[in-house]
């Protein structure tokens, strides 16, 4: 049985990791169609919405059944455990990147207004976070992992400072409210998503050290 149980984790990480991979390509792809006002990468990220969702519940059931059939301890139910958690924030980082192309659809109707510099670097900050955060469950490397929850600072600054610019804009330009306004949602959801991408790192870090450490310093 141990070999069999063997073999089907090593199918759900295959899974995991396939699911990641176009998670990570959505989200490449709407902040793309923000910048380069793309509508049709815009409504290529919404119309796969639907197949991340698919295979975000075709993996819960297998983990689910697993559990059932193995009753697996220790590590290996660490290991399910931890799909699953990751699995669910790779389905929310779908939808968060969902609600990045919504806005792109927004802005590209309105008049160009240039991006904010802070919210590229914030789309390549969170997409490097996600990278190391599936890099990490490939080696199951905890340092990458630690490395990723550090990392999350540096997103959250961002956000801050593209906040500080969009209100400092929206006094000084009214008329570019809707851009304005569609630059911070865009912020808010990548902020989010790499809020998500921290929580993988963290799933992580339990898997291999049985710790629990959300909410508590990394040292």
Known sequence: MSILLQNELTHLKNRLLTLGAAVEEDLVQAA???????????????????????????????????????QPVAMDLRFIVAILKMNNDLERIADLAVHVAEQALLLAAQPPVPVPAGLSQMAARVRANLKQSLDAFVHLNAEQARAVCAADAAVDALYHQVNHWAIREITGAPAQITCLMAFLSVARHLERAGDHATNIAEDILYMLQGDIVRHQPLS
């Open 32 to 70: 793309y169609a923000v910048e380069a006002r793309d509508t049709r990468g815009a409504e290529t990220v919404i119309t796969r919405e639907q197949e991340i969702d698919d295979a975000e519940v075709r993996l819960e059931e297998e983990c689910l059944k697993l559990l059932a059939l193995y």
